[in-house]
């Protein structure tokens, strides 16, 4: 496992922008596939975006899509999530996850496939 750290949450007007960061501990950060998960409050955490260790394959929520970005800088060791255009509906707690995987393509979109969560970070979009 990893240790994750998410910064970057915030209050923003409906259609603002926000970059939400996760950094990892260790050395080997390139070998893990990366994902976003959010949770507002009564609700179940639901999948974001994810993005595979090293050849890019990326995949996203159809709430997110065309809306919200993921990357990563396997040289910082962080994976980052360019939200745009927010809407009051994208407030929630947004929690970084991490599985190592030995494939280059595995980017998971389940709760169930990631095993290293970050604390999580607040996102709150005014109307």
């Known amino acids: 496992q990893v240790r994750l750290v998410e910064s970057g949450g915030g209050l923003v007007q409906a259609g603002g922008s926000l970059r939400l960061s996760c950094t990892a501990s260790?050395?080997?950060?390139?070998?893990?596939?990366m994902g976003w998960f959010r949770q507002a409050p009564g609700t179940e955490r639901e999948f974001v975006a994810s993005?595979?260790?090293?050849?890019?394959?990326?995949y996203y929520a159809d709430s997110v899509k065309g809306r919200f970005t993921i990357s990563r800088d396997n040289a910082k060791n962080t994976v980052y999530l360019q939200m745009n255009s927010l809407k009051p509906g994208d407030t929630a707690v947004y929690y970084c996850?991490?599985?190592?995987?030995?494939?280059?393509?595995?980017?998971?979109?389940?709760?169930?496939?990631?095993?290293?969560w970050g604390q999580g970070t607040q996102v709150t979009v005014s109307s």
């Open positions: 996850a991490a599985v190592q995987s030995f494939r280059s393509d595995y980017a998971p979109t389940s709760y169930a496939d990631f095993d290293s």
């Open positions: 260790g050395r080997t950060f390139s070998s893990y596939a």
């Open positions: 993005i595979s260790r090293s050849d890019g394959n990326t």
